[in-house]
């Protein structure tokens, strides 16, 4: 997992409300062992027509979408299934952050484990942001500040841990194995075993 | 939290784990119980374990299944895999390496236990009160249905239980969702779940573990629980509970997996305390009347855009996803859901697949056929389900009806292993979404119980069971 700690970017928004994983990358491409090379796959049925060429009319085929790292969408991102298929889709493609009013438990749980930002933001500053697609904000983890186009800035909520490991690059699985003595402990302890 | 204050059956299960509490800079380090896992969502997690030379902590607490990615025809050989497609072979395959190499117990096309990894937990008796339970699949929550806090996680995670048991989690709220009075004749489990859904929202539950409460559900068979569990997290949220009680307790015993003899009463006593005490406060609560519900269907692009099936498609707000979502179903406002022509039904899925949800499609389809020009693909959640089904006569019901008897798997609930809905069709099915192309590129679906999926392939169009009671 790569560090970050800043983020400058134009965005692409997708104001669409409610997009499930399905959508971001549906059931048929999780068939994989691997977790490379899912981009190619990411909105897959909304991004090609039949007979697999680019749809002109889907955000991310616009001549303005290339190269923008921060994605806006409409509320309940990512709802439905646990895949983080989800999250390595959306990284192997380049996106970098998610930003939208509400973000589903496990795919934000899943993106903050792989590098991938989602940002909670009030419905003024959402209205704002789905308006103006291709500002270029700043996202800074270092201050939880998003700092948009006109220069204002606002904080957005973030765990303090998932933060640490992200700025830091870090997984969190090393965490998890330096409290083996505190796991051993609950073993041998706990009342009764499963 | 006091000792001695009133508690929820939430924290009390989740009390019972936590290794290290939380504090604001870190999560809470959660013990897990049980973890079941399945071909798709697990090879990048033993990836990640043999990189790091890492084993797997505890093989005796981790149950392996072949469910998703799996054949729904008979499967002798590897080469009968192929009809899911090779890389659907392959990662079946390498589940079974992967379970071999790291001594972990597989269900595979050998076993007679094999099947949906949230039928076969609690057909073995494994799922029991008071356990933290994991997978990754968000229909973990199905589990909850025992007085278990079980919910889904994703791959890294998987990888986390893996290799230490534990999970580091943020304590989530609590969401009472009491469902009260009695369903009427004809409405099930599934439409109580999707009324649910609909009044709460399919965002509504973020962030919240919900306890199903109220007469409607204490009257509820075990099956008709796990139902209700299953599709919490279609409103959000990652687990649902329900309080352990002697239709628990009457379920599990003498269960393969379940304790035996003293260890069986110690566990009832334990198990009897795993209810939130009188005055427990939750964070939120909603209340949805049982005895004025419908049997319900869904008329758009996720499970909160629901209706009773012998209501109009709504006028919805205006706005362009529910616009977007008509448009995909080809439906319009106004129009009755019961003039809608159905070309496939599909009676399956860890919603729906137990063997009472079959006996009821079944008993309905006795000396009846599906309307002309309906697929009806009938897929129980478990080998034993599916034999358990057989020695009831019940594949030849649905046999003589016209439908198709298969073997089990998640099959046409998402479409992995070959089986879809083809480009176009309308589906009413007994699983668990309704997404955009979930079931198969362009595919639309109805979610239904199997009553109303029954009915509707008898009808050749959707209908409203009560008719065929």
Redesign the interface.
């Known amino acids: 997992m790569q560090a970050m700690r800043q983020l400058n970017s134009r965005t692409v928004v997708l104001?669409?409300?409610?997009v499930?994983t399905?959508?971001i990358i549906?059931?048929?491409f999780?068939?994989?062992?691997?977790?490379e090379g899912l981009g190619q796959h990411l909105f897959h049925?909304w991004r090609y027509r039949d007979d697999g060429s680019d749809n002109p009319e889907f955000v991310l085929n616009s001549p303005e979408a290339r190269g923008c790292e921060i994605l806006v969408a409409?509320?309940?991102f990512g709802?439905?299934?646990?895949?983080?298929h989800a999250p390595w889709a959306l990284l192997d493609y380049g996106i970098k952050a998610v930003i939208s009013t509400?973000i589903?438990?496990?795919f934000r749980?899943?993106s903050l484990?792989?590098g991938l930002l989602p940002i909670l933001v009030q419905p003024d500053v959402h209205a704002r942001l789905l308006q103006n697609p291709g500002d270029t904000i700043c996202v800074d983890l270092t201050t939880t500040t998003l700092t948009l186009a006109d220069g204002s800035a606002v904080t957005f909520p973030i765990?303090?841990?998932a933060r640490?490991c992200l700025m830091e690059g870090t997984?969190?699985?090393g965490?998890?194995?330096n409290?083996?003595g505190?796991?051993v402990r609950?073993?041998e302890q706990?009342p009764?075993t499963? | 939290m006091g000792t001695g204050s009133p508690t929820t059956l939430f924290e009390k299960v989740w009390s019972d784990h936590v290794v290290a509490a939380e504090t604001p800079d870190t999560p809470a380090i959660l013990y897990v119980d049980l973890h079941l896992i399945h071909e798709v969502t697990t090879p990048q997690a033993f990836t990640v374990l043999r990189e790091r030379g890492s084993r797997v902590r505890r093989p005796d607490l981790t149950l392996g299944t072949l469910d998703h990615s799996t054949p729904t025809t008979p499967v002798a050989s590897f080469r009968d895999l192929a009809v899911a497609g090779d890389s659907a072979a392959r990662q079946v395959q390498k589940m079974q390496e992967n379970c071999h190499e790291f001594g972990i117990e597989l269900f595979g096309f050998g076993s007679e236990h094999r099947g949906i990894v949230h039928v076969i937990g609690p057909e073995l008796g494994a799922t029991q009160p008071g356990k933290t339970i994991v997978c990754g699949d968000s229909h973990t929550s199905t589990h909850g249905a025992f007085g278990a806090l079980a919910f889904g996680i994703g791959t890294t995670e998987v990888g986390h239980v893996l290799a230490t048991q534990c999970l580091l989690q943020r304590r989530p709220k609590t969401l009472s969702v009491e469902i009260s009075g009695r369903l009427a004749k004809g409405v099930t489990a599934k439409d109580a779940i999707l009324a649910t859904i609909g009044q709460i929202g399919i965002g509504g539950g973020t962030g919240h573990v919900i306890e199903y409460r109220g007469a409607a559900i204490t009257a509820m068979s075990m099956d008709e629980r796990m139902t209700v569990c299953n599709m919490s997290i279609e409103a959000g949220a990652r687990a649902g509970m329900v309080a352990p009680d002697d239709t628990t307790f009457t379920y599990l015993e003498g269960r393969p997996r379940a304790p035996k003899a003293s260890a069986w009463e110690a566990s009832i006593e334990r198990w009897r305390s795993l209810k939130s005490d009188s005055g427990a406060v939750f964070d939120r609560s909603i209340t949805v009347d049982g005895n004025r519900l419908s049997p319900m269907v869904t008329f758009g692009t996720n499970p909160g855009m629901v209706v009773a099936v012998d209501a109009a498609v709504p006028d919805g707000d205006g706005g362009p996803g529910f616009r977007k979502a008509l448009d995909y179903m080809q439906l319009q406002p106004g129009q009755r859901l019961s003039d809608v022509g159905v070309d496939v039904v599909f009676i399956g899925s860890c919603t729906n697949s137990r063997l009472s949800d079959l006996q009821q499609a079944a008993n309905m389809l006795r000396g009846r056929k599906i309307a002309n020009g309906v697929t009806m693909l009938v897929v129980p959640g478990s080998q034993q389900v599916k034999k358990e089904a057989e020695a009831l006569g019940l594949d030849q019901i649905f046999r003589s009806s016209g439908a198709q008897w298969r073997e089990s798997g998640c099959s046409m609930c998402l479409g992995m292993n070959g089986d879809t809905v083809p480009r176009g069709k309308l589906s009413v099915s007994t699983s668990n979404r309704n997404f955009e192309g979930r079931q198969g590129i362009g595919a639309r679906t109805v979610l239904a119980s199997p009553l109303t999926a029954a009915a509707s392939a008898i009808a050749g169009k959707i209908a409203d069971p009560r008719r065929y009671l």
């Open positions: 104001p669409v409300n409610d499930d399905d959508q549906p059931a048929r999780l068939t994989t062992t691997t977790r049925d409409g509320r309940n709802c439905g299934s646990s895949r983080e509400e589903a438990d496990i749980s899943n484990k792989n765990d303090a841990f640490y997984d969190q699985l965490f998890l194995q409290h083996l505190d796991i609950f073993e706990r009764w499963p």
